[in-house]
């Protein structure tokens, strides 16, 4: 028997229509609990809605089920296979590409957990204490998976827990151990360090991006700002860019772009790395210098509070990166700010664009892959917002 949470009258409607998020604001009364319990969640009037993890915060309830479901390893086992199912159907498991998200929370029914696949590795964070609780059930569920796609689970969420919880997560493997840190996206080769790199140690969710990028490479001239460990800078390079140049203010990060870079062109001339602030390399390189930028920054706004600045951030980047660009250019200019919806992002774009008084059309509209689904009783579950934009 769960402990019980009882919902204030006229709170449970948006748990009617799926959505897996209550907050404590939502909560009536309810047994005494801890970080992590599982527990199920009834109306005011004592029907029940759905069982999940209970958490102390704004959102105190994330639902893993709608009924009386019992959250056990068995639980786990379908959960992660249907989610494998889907990624299967998706083509992502080739020779040619071993690496992608195989749980992408609330968009596989499991929220406050993500796992990402480097080759025979699950690295797995967990974002809510509940599945910190759960993550030995899951790494063992993980290994049963078809195809025996999993020899080693490494554990990854120091950084990704709430601080107020004091878990004292240890970031270590917690089935099999360090086998090659070399993964496949797409036919070519990356590091990933999943051990002290940001996330866990990759950036799956541009893989389709970058290839599109590959597409418009050829013959032009790349800057591939915010690089992390050159991902577009490797697929430029591919795509027959004349040159490239990554910039990441970490020092690690371009050291892992060389390693990258060398990976799959040996002895490349057309690649250069820099470690340098975004916006004093925009400031200090001449117009024309380039006609292929990439934007890629990290969350310029992580919560809602921090929308205004984050707005006035992606508008003076972009107005740079549009006054700079060689006549004839192509822009990708990203947001991955949960906090920053679609329109909000574009608003802040067209504002760039006007502020630089040039001709700018919208050749694509991008967002996250499909291994990253969105459930449609989540829409929040949408935080990769891009555009292609072709400048005169």
């Known amino acids: 028997m769960y402990k019980r949470v009882i919902l204030k009258r006229g709170k449970e409607e948006s748990v009617k229509r ?8 939502a909560i009536a009364r309810a047994d005494k609990m801890e970080e992590g319990d599982l ?14 993890h209970f958490q102390i915060g704004s959102i105190a309830v994330r639902l893993l089920t709608f009924d009386d479901t019992e959250i056990d390893e068995q639980f786990y086992v379908k959960r992660l296979t249907a989610a494998y199912g889907l990624r299967k159907a998706l083509g992502l498991m080739r020779d040619d590409n071993n690496a992608f998200r195989l749980v992408h929370g609330e968009g596989d029914f499991l929220p406050g957990l993500v796992i990402d696949i480097y080759g025979h590795t699950a690295v797995m964070q967990a974002h809510s204490p509940g599945m910190h609780f759960a993550r030995n059930i899951i790494a063992q569920a993980l290994t049963e998976l078809p195809g025996n796609l999993v020899h080693n689970v490494y554990y990854k969420s120091e950084t990704t827990l709430p601080y107020k919880a004091q878990l004292d997560p240890q970031n270590d493997y917690i089935v099999g151990s360090y086998d090659t840190d070399v993964a496949i996206e797409n036919g070519l080769k990356f590091h990933v360090d999943w051990l002290k790199g940001q996330k866990t140690g990759f950036f799956v969710d541009q893989r389709e991006n970058r290839r599109l990028l590959e597409h418009y490479a050829a013959g032009r001239r790349v800057l591939n700002m915010f690089c992390y460990t050159g991902g577009f800078s490797f697929y430029a390079l591919r795509g027959g860019a004349t040159l490239v140049h990554s910039v990441d203010s970490s020092a690690k990060a371009i050291s892992l772009t060389n390693a990258n870079v060398a990976l799959n062109f040996p002895d490349c001339d057309r690649h250069k790395a820099v470690a340098e602030d975004a916006f004093k390399y925009l400031d200090e390189m001449h117009k024309g210098d380039y006609d292929l930028i990439v934007l890629d920054p990290p969350a310029f706004a992580k919560h809602k509070s921090a929308l205004r600045n984050a707005l006035i951030g992606y508008r003076k980047l972009n107005a740079k990166a549009l006054e700079k660009i060689e006549t004839g250019g192509i822009l990708f200019t990203f947001s991955c700010s ?9 608003l802040a774009v067209f504002s760039a664009a006007a502020q630089t008084r040039r001709k700018v059309r919208i050749l694509h509209q991008l967002t996250q892959p499909a291994d990253h689904p969105i459930s449609i009783y ?15």
Do not use: C, M
């Open 18 to 25: 799926f959505h897996p998020w209550i907050f404590s604001g």
């Open 39 to 52: 527990v199920t969640v009834y109306t005011h009037d004592g029907a029940l809605l759905g069982n999940g």
């Open 338 to 346: 949960q906090a920053v919806n679609k329109e909000q992002f574009r």
């Open 378 to 392: 989540h829409p929040e579950g949408e935080y990769l917002k891009g555009l292609v934009l072709y400048v005169e």
